[in-house]
């Protein structure tokens, strides 16, 4: 028995990366997904995938900011599987510089679309989920959020604040429907490396976002699917109104000390052992 037997989920931007691993994550341990993504071609294909497997999914080719698109997302995957049970919020814009940028020099038009697609998206979706799980005596959601929404950057301060509302907007919904049995958490991971995000992030970004990292290897879309599984799960029943980060440690550690202690690795040990009782340390 899989864990989401007899269970419905709704997963966006299912059609690649995170999402799409979410959405055979889920369906893999039994529950039918409605695989939504403004890709019509990318959802086909990860239905169909599902399908290969024997497993039961639903394409929908929507766009989680266009408020009646939402709402036939969720009417559908009623109609077709008997409720809803589930909610991965994972499809996000995300305009890497130049557009979104420091606060001065942002386009207008990219924090008005950002915030419209990832936090009144999330919303609208939520909004349409919540009835739907009272119904069923209960249901889960997970967020995707970002270590962006946890830690300044010198840019994407659209994409960033997005998120960090994405957190608190979880928050609410634990602790405004927890009563009902609705649990909600959000996922931040940090650099997790799919198609999209390679072909958008030059080696030497890459280099320096690994090497903030306090594990060796490069996070998968898998890893996190694993996360949201088991957030959505039973086996986390007592868990809600948190944010789960999930970064190989990159805001775990001080990065300035980090570096100092690269720095230091490289130098003789009578040197080291100064720098090791250096103040502040
Ligand atoms: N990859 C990372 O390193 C990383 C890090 C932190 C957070 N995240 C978050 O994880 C989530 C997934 O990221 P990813 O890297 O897998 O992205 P991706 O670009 O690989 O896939 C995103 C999918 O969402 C779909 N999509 C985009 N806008 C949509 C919309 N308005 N409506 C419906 N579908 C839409 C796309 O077509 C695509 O299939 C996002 O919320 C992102 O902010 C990713």
Redesign the pocket.
């Known amino acids: 028995m899989g864990r989401f037997e007899g269970k419905v989920a709704v997963v966006?931007?299912a059609?690649?990366?995170?999402?799409k691993a979410c959405a055979l994550a889920i369906a893999r341990e039994g529950g039918r997904v409605a695989v939504?993504?403004?890709?019509a071609s990318?959802a086909t294909a990860c239905t169909a995938q599902i399908a290969a497997e024997a497993g039961h999914a639903l394409t929908l080719a929507?766009?989680?900011?266009d408020a009646q698109a939402v709402a036939a997302l969720f009417e559908t995957a009623e109609r077709h599987f008997g409720g809803v049970d589930l909610l991965v919020n994972?499809?996000?814009?995300?305009h890497l510089t130049p557009r979104d940028r420091a606060i001065l020099d942002l386009d207008l038009a990219v924090w008005d679309e950002t915030m419209a697609?990832n936090l009144r998206?999330t919303l609208l979706c939520c909004r349409q989920a919540i009835p739907r799980m009272i119904a069923r005596g209960g249901g889960a959601i997970v967020n995707?959020?970002?270590?962006?929404g946890l830690s300044g950057d010198t840019a994407l301060t659209s994409y960033a604040a997005s998120?960090a509302a994405m957190n608190m907007l979880s928050a609410s919904l634990a602790t405004q429907y927890g009563h009902a049995q609705i649990r909600c958490n959000a996922v931040a991971?940090?650099?997790?490396m799919?198609?999209?995000?390679l072909a958008k992030l030059d080696e030497c970004m890459q280099r320096h976002l690994r090497r903030h990292q306090l594990l060796a290897h490069v996070?998968r879309?898998e890893d996190v699917a694993a996360l949201v599984a088991f957030l959505l799960s039973d086996d986390a029943a007592f868990i809600t109104g948190q944010v789960v980060c999930i970064d190989g440690g990159m805001l775990t550690h001080v990065p300035t000390y980090a570096d100092g202690g690269n720095s230091r690795a490289a130098r003789p040990a009578s040197d080291t052992a100064d720098a090791a009782s250096a103040p502040g340390r």
């Open positions: 966006t931007g059609g690649a990366g995170i999402g939504a993504d403004i890709d990318a929507m766009d989680i900011a994972n499809a996000s814009a995300m697609t998206g995707m959020s970002s270590c962006q998120k991971p940090g650099l997790i799919t198609e999209r995000l996070g879309p």
